[in-house]
């Protein structure tokens, strides 16, 4: 069965410092991945995502990603860490169906940068 | 705005009542997915249509749970007979093809007593 794991449940990181956000997956076949950002009583909003291609993803608001086929892991990343990044943050993998497609998500990581 | 939305944004309600949520897609998109977050999780996939068909649903889908998508365009999630389990954050997904990316709304928050 797909999978994805998100092993921290809130990473701190001060403003202007980069700024990592751990995800691994468990696939049968390509990987599809996505980065959606949700702020508070808000939806997820869709920040990138890797289907095939070059292993680094850049996506909106400055964020980008790393996709290791070796490792399984497709870490978010941003240079310099903003204030108004402070969200929850959710890596989820597409699974394909019989013509159709769902997103299985991981539980999420808080982002929370301080000033 | 042409991004998905959704209505009404929060309810309330009684244990017993039957609730009915509406979504509306991005215009182009001929699916549309719901999805169920609960606190601490991330969201879980609850049925999906392509145009008006609903082709799947999760198991998560009790039979107290109906969707529909009259004509292909906006759809309605009713759930009856609610349960304080039922409370949750329900987000609908529209998306033009399988292999497109799935857009978001902001979700309806329900809250049963």
């Known amino acids: 069965a797909q999978s994805v794991a998100q092993p921290e449940d809130q990473v701190n990181v001060a403003e202007g410092n980069p700024l990592t956000v751990k995800c691994t997956y468990s696939?049968?076949?390509?990987?599809?991945l996505f980065w959606y950002v949700q702020y508070p009583n808000r939806g997820l909003q869709f920040l990138l995502k890797y289907i095939t291609g070059d292993n680094l993803v850049k996506g909106s608001y400055g964020f980008e990603a790393e996709f290791n086929k070796s490792q399984t892991s497709f870490h978010l990343k941003k240079p310099s860490a903003l204030v108004s990044d402070s969200a929850l943050y959710f890596c989820a993998v597409r699974v394909m169906n019989s013509g159709y497609s769902t997103l299985t998500f991981g539980k999420g990581t808080m982002l929370l940068v301080s000033p | 705005d042409t991004g998905v939305s959704q209505n009404p944004r929060h309810k309330i309600t009684k244990r017993g009542q039957n609730v009915t949520f509406r979504c509306d897609p991005i215009?182009?998109?001929?699916?549309l997915y719901w999805y169920r977050q609960t606190l601490g999780q991330g969201p879980e996939f609850l049925t999906y249509f392509q145009n008006e068909a609903q082709l799947e649903k999760s198991r998560l889908l009790s039979d107290r749970f109906s969707a529909e998508r009259p004509k292909g365009s906006f759809s309605t999630l009713e759930i009856q007979r609610t349960e304080q389990g039922d409370s949750a954050m329900y987000l609908c997904?529209?998306?033009?093809?399988?292999?497109?990316?799935?857009?978001f709304g902001p979700g309806t928050r329900l809250l049963v007593l």
């Open positions: 997904a529209s998306s033009p093809s399988p292999e497109e990316t799935q857009y």
């Open positions: 215009s182009e998109h001929n699916r």
């Open positions: 696939v049968s076949g390509n990987p599809y």
